[in-house]
């Protein structure tokens, strides 16, 4: 559990296309094996430390001829943002996806010394 100091909690939220390539028949959609695709989201604010995402499919295309395999991550995530990482492998083929993501975390205050 993160624990959050009020009312210094922020929450940042969104919903990101990571992908789209059905049309111009892109690796997702014909290829095969381990693949990969990373989308970077920058918050609107940045947060004084770096924050809990949660993501979240929010439009799924896959084809259904093969099993459906994915991983959906929140990764590298920083005070400014962070990245949505889709991954599938074998011959599951993904036309399209799209993530929502939720931020939720500590924010910056005027009374906050530096202090080193």
């Keep these: 559990m993160k624990r959050l100091r009020n009312p210094r909690t ?43 995402v949660q993501v979240s499919v929010s439009l799924w295309d896959m084809d259904t001829s093969a099993a459906i395999r994915a991983e959906l991550v929140a990764e590298n995530i920083t005070c400014e943002g962070f990245e949505i990482v889709f991954r599938t492998w ?20 005027a009374d906050d010394w530096d202090v080193d």
């Design 10 to 52: 922020g929450v940042d939220q969104g919903d990101a296309e990571v992908f789209s390539d059905f049309e111009d028949n892109g690796e997702m959609w014909t290829g095969s094996g381990p693949r990969e695709r990373r989308r970077a989201v920058s918050f609107s604010a940045a947060f004084a430390s770096p924050p809990s």
């Design 90 to 109: 074998a011959d599951s083929r993904a036309a399209r996806l799209r993530a929502g993501w939720l931020a939720i975390g500590d924010l910056p205050h």
